[in-house]
């Protein structure tokens, strides 16, 4: 843990006594009881000295400290032989560089890195003081999208998406903050990892085995990791269309239809041979130039890494401009192979994408090392708790195998989490060796309907947990959904105290954030205008442009609110190992959701009305929803209003009110 | 004319035959009747080998060559003694970064540096390849906005603002183009001022005496030029609110009101003396160290250049994050300064601000003679042709004298542009020593009676012409105005044709952008929600941040346009020293535009129909038009649609149907 503690040495020397640093008030207040450093408030603004501020944040962090070595996963801290805490946890889904962004100037505008040299994009740093904010909300899990190395080609908007990974073994040094100068980003991301496990929070990272960035640092040493296409063939470089098949995935028999097509030849003719075919001695020359290895491969080649694009046929979606497909086989794709022609470069085409499907005969076995030695990596540097693996789906099994079980391995309780939105895949998600899938809830929750069914019949059948999110880096925000004033309270309330759910809060959920950061999933352009046009950050989307939430406009209510939620599933945990049963009403609408948990006499009984313009009145079958006989003894309800006893006992009918968009707790025999 | 034919030889020099740089089609098509290099065109995209492509726009211009000095001024070469040239000239109004800014990939997104080494931002070697096409528009004044080096600190968007002055004697470095490696920025504006010139484009440019950025070159040397308060006050720092009075300029009898408000003493003092005063032998040190020279102060002295803001009392606008005011006056204004302690540090109020208004009795002569040296700067080193000079009524009038009397020994035939927005103040300007005022016909063209009011009654009276514009760089798009397809049409042709009259056209008009670059003028914060947010420069203004031109989406209908209307205005120059007669119609509704110009028995009748849902009929009486008899031989009418000779001869009476938003050029007695 000697990094935590460099730090705190670091800032504690450096304490200026000069309140200048502005800071979102949630994080000292949500943080400190009582903020013992200096303090000023400016319009509203609260300033600190940065050095005392952090220093401060870390001698909280390290009250914590048994003398363990913090910078082990907190499963081998504490011995754990599975991933089954992934069952209690409460997650927290952050990117970094938007989630502790903050125009520490305190006026004028969000500039990434400012004059008065603070680095108002998020820092590892700044990460750090958030954990104290998150440890309060209830918060075990810190998820980060990827905090590796980005590219800054080919980007999409005003800086590179953390999913074009430059270099997956590095992190990228702007996370870096300059407030700990001479201290390299390693040692501070160590110390983030340190302050986590110190609180009890574990911190599960995103990883990308798939794709690279265009112009990847493992060009330099592997440019036959890569496929290569003539520069010239670059302005109309696009998957092939095949008119005579649908949007679909491919199966093996469409084969013989996608090579006949004329435009899938004149794609396959568009590829080269890696420049070290080409060229190996002039290769060892361009290896070695100075400057971007993308660009002078570029000039003295003439040939570029291609952008991605779907697996499907005809997908309507645009290339992927940013990224680019690693060469997992050597060979083509062997269902292909017959219709390709003897020196036919390495190529791209859906059925080499889709990899899991559509392998080739020589596993590029040097690639797939590399690939599972990455979490292993992170693992045994910084102690990472878990991760989750992007497309994994489209990965050959035996890839996905060997990345698994390096990782179980290292750490037989690491977490994994299937990037799989499909609920029903649950089954093959716990074969391939994950511990939990993300799951659609997002989905869910702004459709009544499918949110009823999603409890009702989805969630209780689960062999994994989900990850039970509203709304998710990917998504619009719950806040800004349809009568996202009442689904807000309504849809975490049902997910986070369902069965086999996984709590999630989404980075700028809990200050009631409009924007989304991607509009990769449920969201039209027009998602991107949610905000008022004076708004510094007016169209803009965390994943391509530099973004900071919202926190002056925000009051704690929601905050509050999901504290209070993470409480509640916190204290009813025990019945999570009770019985499931659905609940016995006077009548279904197939709007009321319910579930409930029995510990012997004693039920916990959760009803919310998924219809949001009208109110529900509803009856309670105690003995039929218990399936046995209960002797009533005490009814308590609790709803987000507050808590109070029901004049109720040795009945075996309670009587329930739910305005539009209200759910109910309702506790039998017992109290929490 | 050495640098144009050093670039040329260097180009020429470099080509590779390799077709990879893309460009908009009409910069080629309406460059070159038949371009001669190598050229590829991919699903409607153009490339080129850009060093062939330049090479070849400077052969072009080149042609013209008759071996004068085209680094001069153009009034210079001719002998002009007058800036009258601007009479009878056609202007562009350019922002060269945006203006020529294009994603020369050729695919994905635009980046302002790519891999490929081009910058796709504008530069001035791209400004060159842009003169032909302006030329065949009939353009002969390029008007640039400020291209001096610009501030990256305290912005407002992704980059700096034109406006936000770092240097303003150097180029800004983004200017130079990386196809010309080696050849620095100021030999390659040398070029293309030599290139306007050999094509007989002037070249003038913006220049903002009033303001500099907060971390201008200039204060290392003169850190007392500058007002400077404490960094803790930066977050409250804002112009004091003084409800005693209105929004209003304020009067000599308003600082008593002013300077007993207890905000504006609070404001006073926020203010610090600079920090030679403060220290001067630490400042030696400071000046020299190495790094941001505004951060370094920050960092030792613990003060700031502070933002500028407004000169009107309780003006409701925010503070000017990215400019400072300049220090005109060593002293206080002179009617303020019993107000003012005897220890009052220099400090910036309304008063000061105006210091037309409010002058101080000790001018900052070595200021004053810095600025006014800056335009003859530019005279000597580049042969520039005129100049608008920003906030020039703000300054005091002996400065402004100065800057113009000395650009004038210099050249006394220079053309000097008053930013003067009201039509009524041409008297004024023209006695400060202008030849021209911008005016707000941008205004006017967007209401039609306005529109009515200003063609007939403020246009013909004044003193000096006005920039006949229907878009500025401030203003919304004419495309985008209410009934902006018929605008489109109207308003360029009542301007252009009006007596007085300075056509010009906003850098993009004349391709229908309907983006505006910023937002300073008639219009609201959702001006800038106008593209579909799935464009890339959705939200963007190209004042604040990277933007290119939708050259792809254009068609060339508006170009061909404004042309023809150009050519009009040319054919018709001799009748512009005609006279001028108001049109005697059958009826007036106060929205039939209408001015006629006479050479003797010949006359050139102008309508317009303001009306853009009603079609007019009207009877044009012509000896009452003429104010004489004029015996009508023949009848010409010309519209957008065409021209044709109406069968009328030896009448009084000619009647015209003017459809909604149409106008009609009807020639008595001649032809065009």
């Not at 759910?501 to 809990?510: C, D, R, T, V």
Request: proline content about 7%; charged content about 25%; glycine content about 6%.
């Amino acid at each position: 843990m000697v990094e935590l503690k460099n730090l705190h040495v670091f800032l504690k020397s450096k304490i200026t006594g000069k309140t200048l640093y502005a800071l979102p008030k949630q994080w000292i207040e949500r943080s400190f009881s009582q903020y013992s450093g200096k303090l000023s408030i400016k319009d509203g603004s609260y300033f600190v000295d940065p050095y005392e501020y952090f220093s401060l944040v870390i001698e909280k962090v390290l009250q914590n400290d048994t003398g363990a070595d913090y910078s082990k996963s907190l499963a081998q801290l504490k011995g754990e032989k599975d991933a089954s805490w992934l069952m209690s946890s409460k997650m927290y889904g952050a990117l970094p560089r938007a989630t502790v962004a903050y125009n520490h100037k305190g006026f004028g505008s969000f500039e990434p890195e400012d004059i008065f040299g603070y680095r108002e994009s998020g820092t590892f740093l700044k990460m750090i003081s958030l954990l104290p904010y998150l440890k309060n909300l209830g918060i075990n899990i810190l998820y980060m999208l990827p905090i590796s190395k980005m590219s800054n080609v080919f980007k999409k908007g005003e800086i590179g998406s953390p999913y074009a990974v430059k270099n997956p073994i590095e992190l990228d040094d702007t996370y870096a903050d300059p407030l700990l100068e001479g201290i390299d980003v390693q040692e501070q991301f160590k110390a983030l990892v340190q302050a986590a496990h110190l609180l009890g929070i574990r911190i599960v990272l995103d990883f990308i085995p798939r794709t690279a960035a265009r112009d990847s640092d493992l060009i330099k040493e592997h440019p036959d990791w890569f496929y290569w296409i003539k520069i010239e063939e670059l302005a109309s470089y696009k998957p092939p269309y095949v008119p005579e098949l649908p949007f679909k995935i491919p199966d093996p028999n469409d084969l013989d239809i996608i090579y006949s097509n004329e435009e899938v030849k004149r794609h396959l003719g568009k590829f080269t041979l890696s420049p070290d075919k080409i060229d190996p001695e002039k290769w060892e020359k361009v290896k070695n130039m100075g400057g971007s290895i993308l660009s002078n491969i570029a000039k003295e080649f003439g040939i570029i890494t291609p952008p991605g694009f779907s697996d499907w046929v005809n997908d309507p979606q645009p290339t992927w401009d940013d990224a680019t497909f690693l060469r997992l086989y050597l060979d083509h794709p062997a269902l292909s192979q017959n219709y390709i022609s003897k020196d036919q470069p390495p190529y791209v085409l859906f059925d080499v994408v889709k990899s899991s499907k559509f392998p080739g005969n020589e596993p590029n076995i040097p690639l797939w090392e590399y690939l599972s030695d990455i979490i292993p990596t992170y693992q045994q540097r910084y102690g990472i708790d878990g991760a989750r693996i992007d497309m994994g789906h489209a990965l050959p099994s035996k890839l996905q195998d060997m990345i698994i079980s390096k990782a179980k391995s290292n750490d037989p309780a690491f977490g994994l989490i299937a990037e799989e939105l499909e609920m029903k895949n649950d089954t093959k998600a716990k074969s391939e060796g994950y511990e939990c899938i993300l799951g659609n809830s997002w989905y869910a929750v702004a459709r009544a309907r499918e949110f009823y069914k999603f409890i009702e019949e989805t969630v209780p059948n689960l062999v994994v947990p989900f990850v039970a999110s509203c709304e998710t880096p990917d998504t619009p925000r719950i806040v800004y959904r349809e009568n996202g004033n009442k689904l807000k309270y309504l849809a975490p309330a049902l997910l986070y105290l369902a069965p086999n759910a996984i709590p999630y809060i989404n980075s700028g959920q809990e200050i009631e954030e409009i924007q989304p950061m991607n509009l990769g999933l449920d969201n039209t352009i027009y998602g991107k205008t949610v905000l008022p046009p004076n708004d510094q950050f007016y169209g803009k989307l965390a994943f391509f442009d530099y973004y900071a939430m919202h926190w002056s406009n925000a009051d704690d209510n929601m905050y509050d609110y999901l504290k209070w939620l993470l409480e509640m599933r916190e204290r009813l945990s025990d019945f999570y190992n009770g019985e499931f049963r659905y609940v016995y009403l006077n009548y279904q609408d197939g709007l009321t959701a319910n579930y409930s948990f029995w510990n012997g006499n004693k039920g916990t009984i959760i009803l919310g009305n998924l219809n949001l313009a009208q109110e529900r009145y509803a009856e309670i079958f105690i003995n039929e929803t218990a399936g046995k006989g209960v002797k009533v003894e005490n009814v308590t309800s609790i709803n987000r209003y507050g808590k109070k006893r029901l004049p109720l006992s040795e009945i075996n009918v309670v009587p329930v009110t739910l305005m539009p968009g209200d759910f109910s707790i309702i506790l039998i025999n017992h109290d929490i």
